[in-house]
């Protein structure tokens, strides 16, 4: 059997980041930039107010103060947004609003919580010196300075940055396509009634939103029976349109292992991972354009597990990002748990931040096919193949996985 990090390296081996594209803003979220984006303009661009008030010069307001008020004449308006083309001269005031520009001659800005609010004249309470309240040109950035280095993470703080500084599409690595593939006679559709021996087909829907977790898009999701041609048909229409494919069941020792029996002679290799759950793993290139697949088994949670341990680190080399995606801590174990000589267990857990530190409680049902405890689960505790046996109040490895803490029950 292969180890589950050599399995991994199988796979990161074979993928590859895609090349960079130019994607509007609103499409960019959660992408890495493939360029540095250098400012294009000055952020201020120009000496603006920070607050609503008026803008005058220092000089003139030096002497105001709360019972000696000075008295100015409004001379001006200026808003965000308009061109500041009035001087303020001497002994005059411009009303202005935040963001607006400095108009010329004035040196500071007076807010109007300090003066009468006038609008001929405004009688001013307090003094302002040069530069109160006034936003410099280029004081945040200077045009022609890299402000997001390529392979930033743009997020929504970063994309702040970038549209301000005049990017509307910015180069990065695309979200790669992914086809989501449920494979079993034995599936219909939730809502669906169930005949006998039928099941409703929830690895679909695990795994295309466990693609959307990752920041990929699923561009299909298919339900196929257990057929050869069938498997065959949909993998290549599928693998000359999506980026990758991920497919559920037909992988292990059954008479109709569909998946495993179709694609064994196209490049795909099926193995044996140590790891527990996902022992059998299918994984290789698929169609002219090699597009990775990955056959998954079909038990919910070991494609669930497998998805995280394999497909998410692969999906996020293709989009340029670090593989290793989870925070990795150390837990201690609130009961004992057991495990496979031989194999990494990947135990569903719920994990608590307590006040002496991180908390692990192995969820009840640790078998391949509850998914109500698998939902349950906010983490997995990882025993490596030598550790049969791990006590309550041991250590353990811990992967905090995504998501709410709000949890039922
Ligand atoms: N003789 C052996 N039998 C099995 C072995 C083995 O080594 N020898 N391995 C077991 C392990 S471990 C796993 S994991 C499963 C993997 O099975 P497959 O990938 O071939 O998956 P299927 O047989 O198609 O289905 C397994 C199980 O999962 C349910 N399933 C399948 N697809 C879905 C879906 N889309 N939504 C919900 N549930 C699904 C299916 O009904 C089965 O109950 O093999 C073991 N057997
Ligand atoms: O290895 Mo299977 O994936 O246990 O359930």
């Not at 040069?130 to 936003?135: F, P, Q, T």
């Not at 301000?164 to 690595?173: I, K, L, R, W």
């Amino acid at each position: 059997m292969r180890s589950v990090a050599e399995h991994l390296r199988a796979v990161l081996d074979t993928v590859r980041t895609a090349p960079p594209v130019r994607l509007p803003l609103p499409e960019a979220l959660g992408l890495v930039l493939a360029e540095d984006l250098v400012a294009r303009v000055d952020l201020p661009g120009f000496d603006n107010s920070a607050m609503d008030g008026y803008a005058v010069r220092a000089a003139d307001v030096v002497a105001a103060a709360a019972g000696s008020p000075v008295t100015l004449p409004v001379v001006g308006e200026v808003a965000a947004g308009a061109t500041a083309d009035r001087e303020v001269g001497p002994g005059e005031a411009v009303r202005i609003m935040t963001g607006a520009m400095m108009p010329p001659g004035a040196d500071t800005v007076v807010k109007v919580e300090d003066t009468d609010g006038g609008t001929e004249q405004v009688r001013i309470d307090a003094s302002a010196p040069a530069g109160l309240s006034v936003r410099p040109a280029g004081e945040d950035v200077r045009a022609g300075t890299v402000v997001l280095a390529a392979g930033t993470v743009l997020d929504a703080r970063r994309l702040a940055l970038a549209a301000a500084t005049g990017y509307g599409v910015v180069p990065v690595h695309p979200r790669p396509r992914v086809a989501v593939v449920s494979t079993g006679a034995e599936l219909v559709p939730p809502g669906e009634p169930l005949s006998p021996g039928q099941i409703h087909d929830s690895n679909s829907h695990m795994l295309a939103a466990a693609v959307v977790e990752t920041g990929c898009t699923v561009a299909r999701r298919v339900t196929v029976g257990d057929t050869v041609e069938e498997v065959l048909a949909v993998v290549e229409e599928l693998a000359g349109d999506v980026d990758a494919i991920v497919t559920s069941g037909g992988v292990s020792m059954g008479a109709y292992d569909v998946v495993k029996e179709a694609l064994r002679d196209r490049g795909v290799e099926f193995v044996q991972v140590a790891m527990q759950p996902g022992k059998p793993q299918g994984f290789g290139p698929v169609g002219e354009r090699g597009v990775p697949l990955f056959g998954l088994p079909g038990n919910p949670v070991s494609s669930y597990v497998s998805f995280e341990v394999f497909v998410r680190p692969a999906l996020r080399t293709m989009m340029g990002l670090q593989p290793a995606t989870r925070p990795v801590l150390t837990a201690r174990l609130t009961q004992a748990l057991r495990s496979p000589a031989g194999r990494t267990q990947i135990a569903r857990a719920v994990a608590t931040r307590t006040a002496t530190g991180w908390e692990a409680d192995p969820v009840w049902g640790q078998a391949s096919h509850f998914v109500a405890d698998l939902s349950r689960a906010n983490a997995f505790v990882v025993v490596p193949p030598d550790v049969t046996q791990v006590d309550a109040g041991a250590d353990v490895e811990l992967w905090l996985l995504g998501g709410d803490e709000s949890r039922v029950g």
